[in-house]
Structure formats: C-alpha cells, structure tokens
C-alpha cells in the first residue's frame, strides 16, 4: 500500500489517535477506584486526562462525571432531561447541517424514522451478500495470503473505508480519490484539540477538510437524483426514504453523509483491531470460534463491552437533576465513562474477564438510547465478515513472536496501532 494518499491517511489515522491521550495510564484500574470511591465526580474527569471534547468548549458550564452502569445506562436513556443539542458547537460546528447526534426531541425523532430503515438488518445482509464479503476477501485478503504475515492494522484501516464508500455509493473504481476523502473525514476528528495554539490550526483544517468532503458528496447525491435515483446504495435510498411526507433534500442528504463519515470508518478500523488482538491473545478461544463461527457475534459483542472505542458519552443536563445525592444544575455538562459502565462489578460478573459466554447485557459502546449508533449492523456486519474471511483464508493465524505484542491503548477512540501477525 502506497501513494501519497496512503501515507497521508495512516498519518492522519495516527494523529487522531494520539490527539486522544491516555497510552501512560492504567484507565481500568483508574476507573475501579472511582467507581468505588467517587461515582458522581463534580468535575471533567476526561479534561484531567488531556482529552478533548467533541462539546463545545465552555469553560463556564460545570462538568459532572459518572462511572457507574446504572447512572450511564439513566442518562444515556432519558434524552429529554439528558440533551444533546451542545455537539452542535463542537463537533457538529464542521458539519452545518443535519448531524443526528446533534439533534434532540422532535427533530431528532422525526429525521431519525427517516434515516433508519436504512441501517436495517435486511438492507445491511443484502449489501453484505452483493458488496461488504466481495470487498473484504477479493480486493483485501487474497492478495495478502501468499506473503504469511503482515500488521492486520493496515487491512484494518482501509477495509472500512473502502466498504463504506462503496455502500454510500461512491464510484468503486477510484480508491485514490476514496483515500482522499478518508483522509478528510479523519482530519475532521482531529478538530477537537486541548492546546489552544493547536486548536485554531486544526479547526481550520477541520474546516477545510469538511467542506472538500462536502463538495465531492454533494456531486454524487445529485448525479444519482439526475439517475433516477434507483440504485441499492445509501444515497438513492436517502433520496427515496420519506417519513410522514417529508424527504431529505440534497443539502440534507449531503451533510447526514458526511456526517457519518468520520465515524463509520475510524471506530470499524479499532473495534476490529480489538477483537482480533483478544482473540490472538487467547488462542484457544480462537481455535473455538474457528470451529463454531455462530460465536463471532457474541465475541464481537464481548469485544465492545470489555473495550469499546468510544470511551465516554457526553450530555447536558435540561434541569436541575440529582444522582446519588449530587446535585446537578440545568446546563451542566454530564460525562459518561462507557468504559468504566462496561465493567462495573455491579452490573456483570467478572467483569474484567473477556468471556464472549456471558448472558447478554446492553453495554455502551455503540451509545445507547434515542442516540444509540445508527450504523451498528453496518460495523457488525463488516467486522464479522472480517473475521470470518481471516479464518477462511489465514489457516493457524497467530500473532508474530518476532515483532512487539499488540497493546489496545488510548483514553478516547481507544485500540491498537499494530496486530503483527503469522499464519500457515
């Protein structure tokens, strides 16, 4: 893999990563200790980590912090007094439009019937049959076998890229250009920074990065308007889907795009890396999903729980509310520690323990609520076709003694950055 649009991407994939902190610190045991002595933290726990936020950076608004399952699970679940309106002023300022994170109430509603028959099951199992397995095994895999070892991160990166864009409807025959416009999206989670001397250049390019993506999505939401509209891929059936007699129009329909594209790669790419480092680090258990691939679901989900990339949520308080005896006033931010929900010994058992036989419980690392993931049969499915094609093609993989242990790192968009592997 190379060209500048390769190593632009794997650098700018790397920045993001390091922009989110947190590689020199135990974050579980951190997060044990305040869930026992400090549930409700009255501060920004993830701003004394050095990580930045995707909210709107007002220093005056009190930040309260929760680690606790059942605090999460109420706030995460109650987006009339838990809102989310405030992303619009971080994040959702490089986007201009319709960012469903963004949205709350009626709208947020509303829009959402619009968009979700889109992201579901059916739809993603029939793109899974005419594209997602095609891409993964023809255009990624089989050309690796013969070489017996590589760093599955670099599949990793550009497997999800290549899919979504595919699915999107982007033309399959330009990977330069797709590389490019993965670049972008990435450079738009870079946007958020701590250093203020950082934070202006990297809003700009942010900014930059976000209208080339705009303009280039733009072009293909009206050339298949022009078309007719009939295709299988997500923009024709944007711009089919209506919801009580309202459709999306072609700025709408842009800018929903767009919005997905930074997430629907990037979180792909780690969850994956996740799943396979746990799964190389216990052989066994691979060798079982190997032979019984009705399991990979349940080791996907396992994998989100016990490390998910998103590492905590953040919502706003609509009035004063109180939880365990902590006062929060209206207007207060309310940070979410999902890593820390996921492995409350109150809410599952050996929770530190990676056991893809546990009774399934909802975790947090897809979100949950009116806000969970829209995309998260896509990521499933991808990843399952993932792992699936490896076990097919990559016969004994193994991690490769000769190069350094992979590690899941980072306090945000937390993973690894290398799964050196063998196979036979």
């Not at 007002?58 to 007094?81: G, Q, S, W």
């Not at 996921?342 to 897809?366: H, L, Q, V, W, Y």
């Not at 993989?397 to 350094?404: G, M």
Request: hydrophobic letters at 45%; a negative charge.
């Amino acid at each position: 893999m190379s060209g500048p649009a390769h190593s632009n991407l794997e650098q700018v994939f790397a920045n993001v990563a390091s922009n989110y902190r947190g590689a020199d610190v135990d974050l579980h045991a951190v997060y044990r200790e305040m869930r026992e002595k400090s549930p409700v933290l009255p501060e920004n726990f993830m701003a004394r980590l050095g990580v930045p936020s995707i909210a709107g950076l007002d220093p005056n608004r009190p930040t309260f912090t929760l680690f606790k399952y059942d605090d999460v699970m109420a706030v995460m679940r109650d987006a009339t007094n838990f809102t989310s309106g405030f992303i619009a002023e971080g994040l959702g300022s490089f986007f201009d439009g319709l960012i469903l994170t963004a949205m709350d109430g009626e709208a947020h509603k509303n829009i959402r019937s619009l968009l979700q028959p889109v992201f579901m099951p059916e739809t993603v199992n029939r793109w899974k049959e005419t594209k997602i397995d095609r891409v993964i095994r023809e255009e990624y895999l089989r050309p690796m076998v013969a070489s017996k070892r590589a760093d599955i991160m670099e599949f990793a990166l550009y497997f999800p890229i290549r899919v979504i864009y595919s699915l999107i409807g982007f033309p399959e025959d330009r990977p330069e250009e797709i590389e490019q416009y993965a670049a972008w999206a990435l450079a738009i989670l870079a946007g958020p920074q701590v250093d203020p001397e950082k934070a202006a250049a990297a809003r700009g390019a942010a900014m930059e990065a976000a209208q080339a993506l705009y303009d280039v999505v733009k072009v293909v939401v009206a050339q298949r308007r022009a078309e007719g509209a009939t295709g299988d891929d997500l923009i024709c059936r944007l711009i089919r889907a209506e919801y009580e007699g309202r459709s999306l129009d072609d700025h709408e329909i842009t800018t929903f795009v767009r919005s997905l594209l930074p997430a629907a790669s990037e979180t792909t790419t780690r969850t994956f890396g996740t799943l396979m480092t746990l799964l190389l680090e216990r052989p066994e258990l691979l060798a079982r999903i190997r032979e019984d691939r009705s399991l990979v679901g349940k080791a996907i989900d396992e994998a989100v729980r016990y490390e998910p990339v998103a590492t905590f949520k953040v919502r706003q308080a609509a009035k004063d509310v109180e939880i365990r005896g902590v006062a929060i006033p209206k207007g207060a931010m309310v940070s979410c520690i999902v890593t820390s929900a996921n492995r409350d010994e109150d809410a599952f058992e050996n929770a530190d323990t990676f056991d893809i036989d546990r009774r399934a419980k909802p975790s947090f690392g897809f979100g949950f609520g009116p806000h969970m993931c829209i995309g998260q049969f896509v990521a499933k499915t991808e990843i399952n076709c993932a792992l699936n094609a490896i076990l097919d093609l990559m016969p004994n993989i193994r991690l490769d003694p000769d190069k350094p242990a992979p590690e899941i790192i980072g306090a945000q968009l937390r993973g690894p950055h290398h799964v050196h592997v063998i196979w036979d």
